[in-house]
């Protein structure tokens, strides 16, 4: 069982609320990602960090922003939430390995419970 | 354009039965392939991980082959129970950013009945 942890697990919210999601690990990974999966849909790159002081946009542009004070603790927020930002929320993490050619994306991402939005 | 195709949709089995996944993945220059096992409203667990070099790993009762010139993955389940209930979701790596960029396809819902 992998330690990384999201809240809430369920989060029902009015338009133009802002709201953050929480993700935590406590393996001390330096890499840190968010996803966003709709349902029978596959798994989109929203944003991602190396680790302290270090985000970056993912593959989907997403009106999210994201923070990393701490290695731990990578929360997501939406400043004004929306009925299209309507989805489930992966948190994931996995350790850095030396990156030398061909070693890239060998590790293991570990995925938290998600947290499922439902913007009214 | 590196894209993962994952088929079938969708699979429902009795308990006790065998079932196989199929993948097949265009992206390149290719570095690994998982399988993951979602359950509803939890994150992807890893079941397997697998380079080019390899052609087959097993977990327990799943076993994963890759087939890389064909650019092709198999997930074969045996003697399905009816906690392998789950989306299975083929994710393939690439080695061409540092990054290491993962392509997830859209998962394979298997459905387990008693």
């Known amino acids: 069982e992998a330690d990384i942890y999201q809240t809430p697990r369920y989060l029902v919210i009015g338009t133009g609320k802002k709201i953050t999601l929480e993700c935590s690990q406590t393996m001390g990974h330096d890499k840190m990602y968010w996803y966003q999966q709709d349902p029978g849909m596959e798994l989109h790159l929203i944003h991602y960090?190396?680790?302290?002081?270090?985000?970056e946009k993912g593959d989907l542009s997403s009106e999210s922003t994201v923070s990393r004070i701490r290695t731990e603790h990578f929360p997501l927020t939406l400043e004004s939430a929306r009925p299209s930002h309507t989805s489930q929320y992966l948190c994931?993490?996995?350790?850095?390995?030396?990156?030398?050619?061909?070693?890239?994306?060998?590790?293991?991402?570990?995925f938290g419970p998600g947290t499922r939005l439902l913007v009214l | 354009k590196n894209q993962v195709e994952q088929s079938p949709q969708s699979l429902i089995i009795l308990e006790g039965k065998n079932c196989t996944l199929q993948?097949?993945?265009?992206?390149?220059?290719?570095?690994?392939l998982r399988w993951y096992k979602q359950d509803t409203g939890r994150g992807p667990v890893s079941l397997t991980i697998?380079?080019?070099?390899?052609n087959t790993k097993s977990n327990g009762r799943y076993t994963a082959t890759l087939d890389a010139d064909t650019k092709q993955s198999s997930l074969h389940i045996t003697a399905s129970q009816l906690s392998d209930s789950a989306s299975y979701i083929c994710v393939v790596s690439d080695r061409g950013s540092t990054l290491g960029r993962l392509y997830f396809g859209r998962g394979t819902q298997l459905t387990v009945w008693p």
């Open positions: 994931a993490s996995s350790e850095s390995k030396q990156w030398t050619s061909g070693r890239a994306g060998r590790e293991t991402q570990y």
């Open positions: 697998m380079t080019f070099s390899e």
């Open positions: 993948c097949n993945y265009t992206v390149s220059p290719f570095s690994n």
């Open positions: 960090s190396y680790g302290v002081n270090s985000t």
